[in-house]
């Protein structure tokens, strides 16, 4: 028998989940994959615990995410939050690929540094979460 490739260290792939299980993980945050043995779903790794979900619930990428994912949310403002009543509000930010912190910007800035782990990373424009 050949040799094959040598097992590759560390996670299968990468998933960022979509806006209908953004309340389980992070909207814009690429998660690690550590079996995607099922067909059906993925068990990713969030917060040091494995949580199966479903394909179709994920873009799966193989290599490391290197790039900020941008998160556009548009929601209608509660009169509790000092707003006009029903009047809508969009909030975008970004989430780091290093640490997944999210980071306000302003603008639409090529590169940011992340202020919390310090590394700096290109900014992905060519989707939002
Ligand atoms: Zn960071």
Do not use: H
């Amino acid at each position: 028998m050949p040799p094959g490739p040598p097992p590759s260290p560390g996670p299968r792939g990468w998933a960022r989940c979509l806006d209908n299980v953004a309340d389980l993980l992070r909207r814009g945050a690429w998660y690690p994959i550590v079996d995607d043995s099922d067909d059906d779903k993925v068990v990713i790794e969030v917060r040091k615990k494995p949580v199966r979900i479903s394909r179709v619930d994920v873009t799966v990428r193989e290599a490391p995410p290197d790039q900020w994912s941008v998160v556009v949310r548009t929601g209608v403002l509660r009169p509790t939050l000092g707003g006009r009543e029903g009047e809508e509000v969009t909030t975008t930010y970004a989430v780091c690929p290093q640490c997944q912190e999210r980071q306000d910007f302003s603008g639409k800035p090529d590169a940011m540094k992340c202020l919390r782990c310090k590394k700096e990373s290109k900014v992905d424009w060519s989707e939002t979460c």
